[in-house]
């Protein structure tokens, strides 16, 4: 079976751009979380979602926002680039809500310049 | 969300039993803990999770003490494979959010 998938794998923005990252979750998971990871620090929760409805929410600004597919597939949006957001953006899909797994995806590294 | 307190780095020789502990004084009855890790360049993995009793899986093994206040990881056989940085999270049933700290950095010595 496919792992999580995330696209794409490495990204070059400028600042004040926009940015859509995607992932797909394992087949039958509904549920999919959104981090941040900074070089040198643990993942920083973002969003998560089960079906289609977001069910937490972290510390970020209203610059991110995010949802979540018919497919249970889900797009980060990322608005108004800063350098601060330079990151690996990291996906992770579980069963349903309240799951003691969850699976995380490799990664998107975004770079912003 | 409850915080956990990890050494920053160990170093662990290849084949010998390897001990990570944690402390979270401040879990509350309904925190679960979970050990996660992240081997370079990959997204974190999950490896274990208990509420009161000891668990064991294929991976490792999960030793809760009995106020809950600290828990030790422990991979009976470390391999260079193991090398990584090792995250203690506690985690409240029925919240999917992970609160990763800095994690504890494994070094692996063959």
């Known amino acids: 079976d496919a792992g999580v998938t995330q696209s794409p794998t490495h990204l070059i923005k400028t600042r004040g751009q926009h940015v859509t990252l995607r992932c797909s979750p394992i087949?039958?998971?509904?549920?999919v979380s959104w981090y941040q990871q900074v070089l040198g620090q643990g993942p920083q929760f973002i969003f998560q979602y089960y079906e289609k409805e977001e069910r937490g929410r972290g510390n970020f600004p209203d610059r991110f926002s995010a949802r979540q597919f018919p497919n249970y597939s889900s797009e980060l949006n990322v608005n108004a680039l800063l350098l601060g957001d330079s990151a690996l953006y990291l996906c992770?899909?579980?069963?349903?809500?309240?799951?003691?797994?969850?699976?995380f995806g490799p990664g998107t590294r975004l770079t912003v310049t | 969300d409850a915080k956990t307190t990890q050494p920053n780095s160990m170093e662990s020789n290849e084949e010998e039993p390897v001990h990570l502990p944690c402390n979270h004084s401040?879990?509350?009855?309904?925190?679960?803990i979970h050990w996660y890790r992240q081997l370079p360049s990959q997204g974190p993995e999950y490896v274990i999770h208990g509420l009161t009793s000891n668990v064991n899986n294929r991976m490792a093994s999960l030793a809760i003490a009995e106020d809950r206040k600290s828990s030790t990881l422990i991979l009976h056989r470390a391999t260079l494979r193991d090398a990584a940085v090792y995250y203690c999270?506690?985690?409240?049933?029925?919240?999917?959010?992970?609160?990763f700290g800095k994690g504890n950095q494994v070094v692996v010595i063959p």
């Open positions: 992770a899909s579980s069963l349903g809500q309240g799951s003691y797994e969850q699976y």
């Open positions: 087949s039958g998971h509904k549920s």
């Open positions: 401040t879990i509350s009855g309904t925190d679960y």
């Open positions: 999270i506690l985690r409240d049933y029925g919240n999917n959010r992970l609160a």
